[in-house]
Structure formats: C-alpha cells, structure tokens
C-alpha cells in the first residue's frame, strides 16, 4: 500500500477511478496521461479559466504546446496558482508569444556545430550527444523551445552509430554528454546499447547524462534502470531542480537511488522570473541538494531563446545570488553562474568581484562579509624554466601528452609557445583598410 499525498490521490481517481494506488508509481502511466490540455488541466485541479484567458492559453499552446506529467501537476499550489513555481514552469503563458528584439530561434547556434546527426560539438574535448527527442515534461523554460512539440522523435539506429562513428574517428572527445529531449526517456535496453558503445570506445574516459527526470517523473528511476546504469561506470547523471518545492519525497528517493549506485550527482538551475530570482529560495534549494548527494553544478543566465522574456532576469540578479551564497555557505554548495554565449560561444562564468586593486606586490582583496584585505605576492618568483621534457623533469609533471604548444583562447595568449600576441577579431574596419593597401 503506497501512501499517496490528497492532491496525488484525487488526482489519479480523476484519471483512473479507482485504482489510483496501483498506478501512481508506474511512470509508464504518468506518461500515458501526460497532461496536454487546458480541460483536462482544469478538471484535475479544480480550477477554471475565464473565456479570454482560455483563448489565449490555447493560442498559445499551438505555438508551444504543454505536457505536465500528473506527479509534476500534484505539486502545483491551487491556492496561489499564479505564483506557483511548479505552474509557471509547466503550464502555459500567453507572454511565451511576445518575442524580443534580441531573441533567436537558436541562440546557441546548436544547429550549425553540427558535424554528425545527433551531436553538437562546441568544446575541444566533450560533445553533446543529443539521443533522444522525448521529455516526459515540456518545460516552459526550455532552451531548445524551436523543437518542443516535434513529433516524440528517438533517433534511428542508423543515425546514432553514425553519431557513434563520428566520436570514434575523433579521440580528442574524452567526455560525451547525453542530452535531449531527456536520455532517461528512452527504453532501458535501448540507453544500455548507446552506453555499452561508448564503453567500448577507448578515448572516451567519461559519459554524463542530462535529465530533469528526477524532478518531472521520479518514479522511472527503477531499480532495474540504476542497475543498468551501474553497469557503465564513470557515469556522471546532471539533473535540473529549479526550487525547493520540487524536492519531493519521490524525488530523493530517485535521487538516492541514482547515488546509491555510485553516479555522481550534479544539479543545473536555470535563473527564472518570479520562479527562483531569489537569494533566500535558491539558498534552500543548494542546501535541499547537498542534502540529497546534488552539488549545484551551474546556474544559467536565462538563454535568449524565442517565448522566454518574461522568465528573464537582469544579469544583477544572478550575481546578487552568488554573492549570497559564496562565504556565506559551504563551498560545495555554490554552482557556478554562467551566461551560455548566444552565438555559441559556450559557458562564461560570472561573478562579484573579489579583487579591489593590485599593485606590484599586493593584491587587494575583500571577502563575503566586506573585510578588506591584502596578500602579499613574493618579492622574487623565479618561475621553473621547462622545456617541456617532462622524461627529464624531477619534479612532478611527468603527464602523458602534454603538449602547451596546443594551447587555445587566452590560455595560448599565456602560454608563450606560441608566437600569437593578439587575438583580434575578424573583419573590423582597421584590419580591413589593413588589408585594402
Ligand atoms: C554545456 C555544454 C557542454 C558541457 O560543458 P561543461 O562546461 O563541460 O559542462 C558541452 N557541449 C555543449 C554544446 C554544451 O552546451
């Protein structure tokens, strides 16, 4: 006999009358009953629209449809359901249609960094191996909004070992990032298969797996599916809580499951309007993490995609939060906020600044409760002269491969192996009249 809360219980005996304690830990069924209308969402909750704002809602649901999943619409607060987290980032807003100057289709430019179907290659070393078009939830926030509604799309065999061909021929990919739609989507056997490929291939050291999941649908994380996923070690899993409230009893027993079978476990938080843009709600939710084995890993900057202005914050309001939670908070604790580059330029991180002023041999610095200090650099460093023979070296750098001469970005700048002085961009005016005479 499951113990299921008065919302989840009412819930399921409107779904399916008289079984609900049967089937609410079978995902299976959430996904059956996956939520797609404003009907069906008013009968559920007990709630009703008026005339004009039904039709907006449904105006908007054929630019960008909804899925909620009935685990995700029983946290939804009835009493306060304009400002419920769990409801503004599953249940339309007619604001999705208004589209800013700056907004793009693909503002990470996904779709051009693109050398095999399914992957997105942007890093040197790590790709973005995107194997599934499923989620159990359409978030409302999705960055890949463009593709939501897509007909439910699993890449065909053929495509994913061409994928698979394309990770093989290059051995600078050490890590590979299972994203989506959502991996956890597809059927066990079928993840089996993409991972005990990767397995096999001898350059890849790690395998991670995006998922919101253990927020939307906790009950797919089956024993058999930890079993399996125990079987593909190092397997890193990144999952997606936004607030406290989504850290449900379900969801730490997911969670627990998935860190029982050894994964490391990391959380990324997207910065959102009226949802988290809070330092108080987004200290509770890092602390309801670490609690549950989750170290905040990044909190995006809201990206530019087309329908999410109105979940957009200043970049202030991110900072502010870093600054609330650095000193004030265990380290492990504070995730790194970062503004994904529109253009696709990757991660950037942003924080306060700590450094105050710098002369030649100190540096100002002050900390999270406004203590100004200095550090004394050495008068005299005497940096070790490498010639980069590290079979020679005595000291400690004996690495396989190491090769600075390979440098790339500021790193190259800094390197001195280099004899690039300047990165500078491409087809300026100056550098143009350069090139005319
Ligand atoms: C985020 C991302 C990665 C992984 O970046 P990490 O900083 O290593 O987590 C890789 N590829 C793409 C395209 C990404 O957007």
Redesign the pocket.
């Known amino acids: 006999m499951t113990i299921l809360s008065n919302n989840q219980q009412e819930i399921a005996e409107r779904i399916d009358a008289g079984h609900a304690d049967e089937v609410w830990r079978d995902w299976k069924w959430h996904v059956r009953h996956a939520i797609t209308d404003i009907s069906t969402f008013e009968r559920l909750l007990g709630v009703s629209f008026e005339d004009e704002e039904r039709r907006q809602l449904e105006e908007t649901l054929e630019r960008f449809p909804m899925r909620i999943t009935p685990y995700y619409l029983s946290l939804i607060d009835t009493n306060d359901l304009w400002n419920d987290p769990i409801f503004m980032q599953s249940f339309p807003s007619p604001a999705e249609l208004q589209v800013e100057p700056d907004d793009m289709e693909d503002p ?1 430019a ?1 779709d051009a ?1 693109h050398p095999a179907p399914c992957i ?1 290659h ?2 040197p070393d ?3 191996f995107l194997v599934s078009n499923v989620c159990a939830m359409y978030c409302r926030h999705c960055t890949r909004k463009r593709k939501v509604g897509d007909v439910d799309y699993i890449p065909s065999e053929a495509e994913v070992i061409e994928s698979l061909d394309y990770i093989r021929e290059n051995p600078q990919i050490r ?1 590979v ?1 299972l994203s989506g739609g959502d991996p956890l989507m597809l059927p066990d056997d079928r993840l089996d298969w993409v991972l005990t490929e990767l397995d096999d291939i001898e350059h890849v050291e790690v395998v991670r797996i995006g998922t919101r999941i253990p927020v939307t649908l906790p009950y797919r994380v089956t024993e058999d599916l930890t079993d399996m996923l125990a079987r593909h070690h190092p397997l890193w899993v990144n999952t997606h809580f936004n607030h406290p409230a989504e850290i449900t009893d379900s969801s730490e027993k997911a969670l627990a499951r998935l860190a029982d079978a050894g994964i490391p476990l990391g959380n990324q938080t997207v910065l959102l309007a009226g949802v988290n843009d809070c330092p108080r709600i987004m200290k509770t939710l890092v602390h309801k993490l670490v609690k549950n084995r989750v170290r905040p890993y ?1 909190l995006y900057q809201c990206d530019l995609s087309e329908g999410l202005a109105h979940f957009r914050t200043p970049v202030s309001k991110g900072i502010e939060i870093i600054e609330n939670l650095i000193g004030h908070t265990s380290g492990f604790a504070v995730p790194t906020y970062v503004i ?1 580059a529109p253009g696709g330029g ?2 950037i991180p942003v924080m306060p600044q700590y450094i105050i002023s710098w002369a030649t041999n100190r540096v100002v610095l002050r900390n999270f409760e406004g203590v100004i200090t200095t550090y004394r650099e050495p008068d005299s460093y005497e940096p070790v002269w490498c010639d980069r023979k590290c079979a020679n070296c005595d000291l400690y750098l004996k690495l396989d491969g190491a090769d600075e001469s390979k440098a790339v970005g500021i790193a190259k700048l800094l390197s001195g192996e280099d004899p690039t002085t300047a990165l500078v961009p491409e087809h300026t005016e100056r550098f143009e009249r350069r090139n005319g005479c």
Request: proline letters at 0%.
């Open positions: 990470l996904e960094d997105t942007r890093y790590r790709v973005l890590d990032l990044y994904d990757g991660k």
